[in-house]
């Protein structure tokens, strides 16, 4: 599936919007582009979770759950025509966690997957905004989960794709959705 860029906009805005109606932390900010000024929107949440400290292997603490932040990108992906996510995720002390640790915290479900074809899975690169490191979906496997979900450019829907691709692919990046953006009453997108 691809989307243009302005339903990418459109999407994150209804996004955006549920989210301040329920607080959830979603906000979507400007990058200027240096080569010709023109601006893009993206979706940005910050939070701090509570991770099981075995899965962690954290030295530091005694706790059986220790605090991690974690930072969320959507990105819109040019290339791919869909949308692209970045994330980090570091311990309280701003040390950042390996790959490995990100492999480490997929859903149990997914693990296995994970595990088989991780390289084509979650990478770590440069941010293309920012030049610093996160981690990665790669992008093929957000138009794969898109195209599963029956979504294509042609057509009217009910929900909106962006929230819908979010939710799916969220145990593999330990993002938690919060269930009122799937029963919240939505606008038809085309």
């Given at each position: 599936?691809s989307?243009?860029?302005?339903?990418?906009v459109e999407?994150a805005?209804?996004?955006?919007?549920?989210?301040?109606?329920?607080?959830d932390?979603?906000?979507?900010?400007?990058y200027?582009?240096?080569?010709?000024?023109?601006?893009?929107?993206?979706?940005?949440?910050?939070?701090?979770?509570?991770?099981?400290?075995?899965s962690?292997k954290?030295?530091?603490s005694?706790?059986?759950?220790?605090?991690?932040?974690?930072?969320?990108?959507?990105?819109?992906?040019?290339?791919?025509?869909?949308?692209?996510?970045?994330?980090?995720?570091w311990?309280t002390?701003?040390?950042?966690?390996?790959?490995?640790h990100?492999?480490?915290?997929?859903?149990?479900?997914?693990?296995?997957?994970?595990?088989?074809?991780?390289?084509?899975a979650?990478?770590?690169?440069?941010?293309?905004?920012?030049?610093t490191?996160?981690?990665?979906?790669h992008?093929?496997?957000?138009?794969?989960?898109?195209?599963?979900?029956?979504?294509?450019?042609?057509?009217n829907?009910?929900f909106?794709p962006?929230?819908?691709?979010?939710?799916?692919?969220?145990?593999?990046?330990?993002?938690?959705?919060?269930?009122?953006y799937?029963?919240?009453?939505?606008?038809?997108?085309?």
């Open positions: 599936m989307i243009t860029y302005q339903q990418f999407y805005t209804d996004l955006k919007n549920h989210s301040d109606s329920i607080d932390g979603w906000n979507i900010c400007q200027q582009c240096p080569m010709n000024g023109s601006f893009v929107n993206y979706l940005v949440k910050k939070e701090i979770q509570k991770r099981n400290n075995s962690l954290s030295d530091d005694n706790s059986p759950n220790i605090p991690i932040v974690c930072e969320y990108h959507i990105l819109y992906n040019l290339s791919y025509s869909c949308p692209d996510v970045f994330f980090n995720m311990y002390d701003g040390k950042l966690l390996s790959l490995e990100v492999w480490s915290l997929v859903h149990s479900f997914l693990k296995q997957n994970v595990i088989n074809d991780k390289w084509n979650i990478t770590q690169e440069m941010h293309p905004f920012f030049s490191p996160f981690f990665r979906l992008p093929c496997k957000n138009t794969h989960v898109l195209e599963m979900l029956g979504f294509s450019s042609k057509n829907y009910e909106n962006l929230l819908s691709w979010l939710s799916t692919i969220s145990p593999l990046i330990g993002l938690e959705i919060d269930l009122s799937g029963n919240k009453d939505s606008t038809k997108f085309s």
